[in-house]
């Protein structure tokens, strides 16, 4: 009996499977992970982009981009042509956020360097 109960533990523990957050890079059960859109899908429907890169966040991450989004990504540009602000088009949102995306990755990075 004992034995059957090991065993079972044993094979619990293989099935549990780790998947490395992309940003913070600490290792999660796949259950605590999200698979994340570095362009959000509704921004992504309403500028025509159909090429958002997917990423793989831990849930912490996941839910701390969404508030780092919403302070850095701007939908304005200056148009010293124009000299007035005007809407960005599709490739400049594309750039805003792989841009805002990559320095929330860098800032994951330089923040699991200080604690170690
Ligand atoms: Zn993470």
């Known amino acids: ?8 533990k044993t094979s619990n523990r293989i099935r549990m499977e780790l998947v490395k957050c992309d940003a913070c890079g600490h290792k999660q059960e796949v259950e605590l992970t999200v ?4 362009i959000p899908e509704d ?7 159909t090429d958002s890169t ?6 912490y991450c996941s839910n ?8 850095r990504v701007s939908t304005l540009t ?3 042509g124009l000299k007035k602000f005007r809407p960005k088009a599709s490739n400049e949102i594309r750039k805003e ?17 200080r604690f170690r």
């Not at 009996?1 to 079972?8: A, D, F, H, P, Q």
């Not at 921004?43 to 982009?49: E, F, L």
């Not at 701390?64 to 302070?71: K, L, P, T, V």
Request: aromatic share 16%.
């Open 1 to 8: 009996m004992l034995i059957t109960i090991k065993r079972l």
């Open 35 to 38: 698979a994340h859109k570095i």
């Open 43 to 49: 921004v992504a429907i309403r500028y025509g982009i």
């Open 54 to 59: 997917s990423v793989t966040l831990c849930i």
């Open 64 to 71: 701390e981009i969404r508030d780092w989004y919403r302070g």
């Open 78 to 80: 200056y148009d010293s």
């Open 97 to 113: 956020y792989q841009k805002t995306y990559q320095d929330f990755v860098d800032y994951k990075g330089l923040r699991r360097k």
